[in-house]
Every structure is written in structure tokens, then in C-alpha cells.
């Protein structure tokens, strides 16, 4: 009993706070129908008093709450009966003891209640039991506002939050195996490393974007339920209670039109939205070179044939070789504002291509325009200049290539007739010495 007791104290640290062991503490007193009024504090903030209560020292611990921990949270004004009306009105508690019963949050929280049960969150609760409740993220009595810095919910907290389910290996390992949430694996440890996390926790800046902001507080649900915040049809909306001026940008844009009517790639790819450029929870800053040399691929799954042609020019291959100090797609089209290129406000418009071309090489004009970033030497109609040359280059190196070539082989058999001419003259003047040495 020494022992256990020794256990329950050494739990109990953390939550004694200002209360003195043993002190009679006024305040949340119920006054029920047909009793007298009685103080919860006389007993639930003596540590001595509860040990031994319940099974275990993390029960007894969980049964001290001292009218501090009450008092100063969100719930300062509620009485104890108000949460937990079964327990109050049986006193002693020998029916109860080692219980946790109370009213649903969702009693005075429906709206948040509501939206949690329809969450991905609440449907694992019922089966599997191993999702989020409202106590495992607020929790139990010590509950604080989000702009409170000793809350779980806290801008600088929420990711450690998530992260106590989303970072288990167990939990990783049994939702998101499949290899189309392979995203899912490791959000937390991305998110440290992206310029939302950096600017959070090196920044300070409790405005960056944080796990709640892009998945919901309470409803939270799979990228593919169209309900989702994340879902591909609403992520642009989510980044754009943030980023507006960017969404507003995007949204004129020739992939914006795209995406409001409906219209596909030749690839037969929907137009593409933030996180299809920017990943979901791997997002850096767009000067980091390993992703924008990276985007140029994210380019080419839906201009297939345009990275091709990409790839074909000096840009492209020292793109390729893995340096991103030459151009790429977003330094031509801008990053968001890609109009076509018939349209005025478009980059590569021709009349606007000197300009364009001026960003890195600044004694651009009209001549240098004229270069085709994206010829395709195969198509005589469009690209005449570049078919012919290539025409040519061909035929000069096939007729090179075939002179040297015949050159060769007849150089080739005329030694090969010297050689064996020589042999039979070389046989003939040895038969001749010997004859005449008889």
C-alpha cells in the first residue's frame, strides 16, 4: 500500500498546481434537490483521500481535480453537476467510483458534435475504437481554448496532437498501407519540413497553415469523400482561405477555366489544383530547387508532349542533369497565371515574349525571341525552319557517314587482295632459290 501510494503521488504532481494537499477549497458547489450543498473540492482535491479508490494509480489520479485546474479553464463557469449529473447526485459515490461518466460534449457543443459524427474519426470510434473523441483531443478538465497556449489545440500544438495517432507506426500501418494514401504515411514528420511547419515553429507565425486548417476541426474525412476539405474538387477553395490572391489568380487562369468547365488533358487528367503541383504535406518553398526541378515532371503528366520538347532544348537537358538554374515551365508561363498563348495576357504571347525571355537573359530582343522553346522538328506544317535543317542534317550526315563508309570497305579489300597477292609472290621466289641450289 506504501508503494501504491507513493505511485498515486508521484501521478498526482503535475495537477496539484496551487492546491495544498488536504485543503478545503470553496467554489463548484452543487446544490441538489432534497440535500444539502456539498463541496467536490473537499474530496477531490486531497490526494490521500482518493488513493486507493480504483484499481490502479492512473485511476486514482484521474479522480483529483482540484478547483484550480476547474477554475481556470474554459469551463470556469459550469458546476460539476453539469457534466457529470449521475455522479452528483449519488454521494458517496460507491455506485460510480472509477467511472468517467458525463454528458455528451455534443450536449452544449452540437455543432461540433455534429460534425465530429460525421467525421472519419467518429465511424472508427464505434468499430474499432482506436479514432479521437473530444477528451483525447481537449481533454477531460483541463480544457483550454484553441488561442490558448496550454491547449492541445493550439496552433503550436496541434501538429504533436495529430501526431499521437498519425505518427504511431500501429495506426500508420493499419489505415493507410494502400499505396494510394501512401501521403498518409508520415504527415506529421513532412510537415515539420515544409514551409507551413517552418514557418510555425521557426517563424512563430501561429497564422501558417496548421493540420485543422486544411482537414477540419471535428470533420475530418478521407481526401477521396467529396465532403472533404482536401478532396481535389475543394482543395482550392481550403488554400484560398489563405492564399486569395493566388486562388484569385489561378482561378482566370487557362487551368482555372479548365477545372470550372470541366475539361481534361490529352492525358486524360482533370486540370490540375494546388496539391497536385504543390503535394499535399510535402509542400516547400517554390525556390527550392530539388521541387522546381521536380515540377517540371508534375508538368509533363498533363503536356505530355510539350515536356518532351522541353526536354529536347538546353533548358531541358540541363533540367534533367538535375540543376535548376535554367528555365522551367513556371519561369515562362509565371506559376499561376498561364494564360494561352493566342490570349494578350499570356507570358509567351508574342508580343509580350521579348519580355518574358529579358527575366534571365537581359539583352533579349526580338531575334532572340524567336527561338522555339518547345519545335518539334517532325512537323514540316508548323515548324518548316526546324524540319529542314533537320532534313538536311540528316541527309549530310547519312552521305558523310556512307562515303567514309564505302571508302572503308574498299580500302579494306584492297588490302586484303595486296596481302594475298603478296603471299603467293613471296611462295613463288622461295621454290625458285631452291631450285637453283641443286
Known amino acids: 500500500m506504501v508503494v501504491r501510494r507513493l505511485a498515486f503521488a508521484v501521478l498526482l504532481l503535475p495537477l496539484l498546481g496551487s492546491t495544498a494537499y488536504g485543503q478545503e477549497i470553496p467554489g463548484n458547489q452543487q446544490v441538489l434537490p432534497g440535500e444539502p450543498p456539498f463541496d467536490c473540492a473537499k474530496c477531490h482535491s486531497r490526494p490521500e483521500f482518493l488513493a486507493g479508490k480504483t484499481d490502479t494509480p492512473e485511476g486514482d489520479a484521474a479522480l483529483l481535480v482540484p478547483d484550480s485546474i476547474i477554475l481556470s479553464s474554459r469551463h470556469d463557469t459550469l458546476a460539476c453537476a453539469s457534466c457529470h449529473p449521475d455522479q452528483s447526485s449519488v454521494y458517496p459515490h460507491e455506485a460510480a467510483a472509477g467511472t468517467a461518466r458525463a454528458v455528451p460534449c455534443e450536449s452544449c457543443h452540437e455543432a461540433q458534435g455534429t460534425a465530429w459524427h460525421a467525421s472519419s474519426h467518429a465511424g472508427n470510434v464505434s468499430v474499432e475504437g482506436d479514432a479521437p473523441t473530444c477528451l483525447r483531443c481537449h481533454g477531460e478538465h483541463a480544457v483550454h481554448g484553441a488561442e490558448d497556449r496550454r491547449s492541445p489545440t493550439h496552433a503550436f500544438n496541434i501538429a504533436e496532437l495529430c501526431g499521437g495517432c498519425h505518427a504511431d507506426p500501429a495506426i500508420v500501418g493499419t489505415y493507410f498501407a494502400q499505396p494510394e494514401r501512401v501521403e498518409a504515411k508520415a504527415p506529421v514528420v513532412q510537415y515539420f519540413q515544409t514551409v507551413h511547419g517552418a514557418a510555425l515553429t521557426r517563424g512563430g507565425l501561429v ?109 531541358g537537358k540541363v533540367t534533367k542533369l538535375g540543376y535548376g538554374l535554367t528555365a522551367k515551365c513556371s519561369d515562362c508561363h509565371t506559376p499561376h497565371a498561364m494564360y494561352p498563348p493566342d490570349d494578350p495576357r499570356s507570358s509567351v504571347n508574342p508580343a509580350n515574349l521579348v519580355e518574358t525571355c529579358r527575366r534571365c537573359h537581359e539583352g533579349a530582343n526580338e531575334n532572340f525571341a524567336q527561338y522555339y522553346s518547345h519545335g518539334d522538328p517532325t512537323q514540316r506544317d508548323k515548324y518548316p525552319r526546324l524540319y529542314g535543317a533537320r532534313l538536311l542534317m540528316t541527309l549530310l550526315l547519312m552521305g558523310v557517314f556512307g562515303f567514309f563508309g564505302l571508302h572503308t570497305a574498299l580500302w579494306g579489300a584492297r588490302i586484303v587482295i595486296e596481302r594475298f597477292r603478296g603471299e603467293e609472290d613471296s611462295g613463288g621466289a622461295a621454290e625458285a632459290t631452291e631450285d637453283a641450289g641443286r
Open 207 to 315: 497564422i501558417s497553415a496548421t493540420c485543422n486548417d486544411c482537414h477540419d476541426s471535428h470533420r475530418v474525412l478521407a481526401a477521396d469523400s467529396a465532403a472533404s476539405r482536401t478532396n481535389p474538387e475543394n482543395i482550392v477553395e481550403t488554400c484560398g482561405r489563405c492564399h486569395v490572391g493566388i486562388v484569385e489568380t489561378y482561378e482566370v487562369s487557362a487551368h482555372g477555366v479548365a477545372r470550372a468547365e470541366g475539361r481534361r488533358s490529352v492525358t486524360d487528367r482533370p486540370a490540375p489544383v494546388c496539391s497536385d503541383c504543390h503535394s499535399s504535406h510535402g509542400i516547400v518553398r517554390a525556390d527550392a530547387q530539388d521541387w522546381f526541378v521536380g515540377v517540371v515532371e508534375e508538368c509533363g503528366d498533363c503536356h505530355a508532349e510539350l515536356y518532351d520538347t522541353y526536354s529536347d532544348t538546353y533548358h
